[in-house]
């Protein structure tokens, strides 16, 4: 059974950092592309970051590009999303994906496997 369980978020000031992180059990964790997404209320849910099942290759969307970094230990069955530079708009609740299909693109469409996510606000 394929899960995934994002753990790191909270509440931090503008300007400040997390780091999100994406454990994932029950498959073949090296073999399966992970993707960073969140959704504000009330808009959809927008692409972050993918990662290659390997690391390798990464995409970040426009508005996290120079603040936000995705990695992954394949040891350790997890991914991270380092988090600089907040800001109020990146307010969401966090989702990563996992799918063995591999894709040019970084879509929430393009995974099936997905975790329940995890809320971080950034407010003063």
């Known amino acids: 059974q394929v899960q995934l369980v994002e753990s790191g978020g909270g509440l931090v000031q503008p300007g400040g950092s997390l780091r999100l992180s994406c454990a994932a059990s029950?498959?073949?964790?090296?073999?399966?592309?992970i993707g960073w997404f969140r959704q504000a209320p009330g808009k959809e849910r927008e692409e972050i970051s993918c990662?290659?099942?390997?690391?390798?290759?990464?995409y970040y969307a426009d508005s996290v590009k120079g603040r936000f970094t995705s990695s992954r230990d394949n040891a350790k069955n997890t991914v991270y999303l380092q988090m600089t530079s907040l800001k109020p708009e990146d307010t969401a609740v966090y989702y990563c994906?996992?799918?063995?299909?591999?894709?040019?693109?970084?879509?929430?469409?393009?995974?099936?496997?997905w975790g329940q996510g995890t809320q971080v606000t950034v407010s003063s």
């Open positions: 994906a996992a799918d063995t299909r591999i894709y040019s693109s970084c879509r929430p469409s393009e995974f099936r496997y």
């Open positions: 029950g498959f073949a964790f090296t073999y399966y592309r």
């Open positions: 990662i290659s099942s390997s690391g390798g290759s990464t």
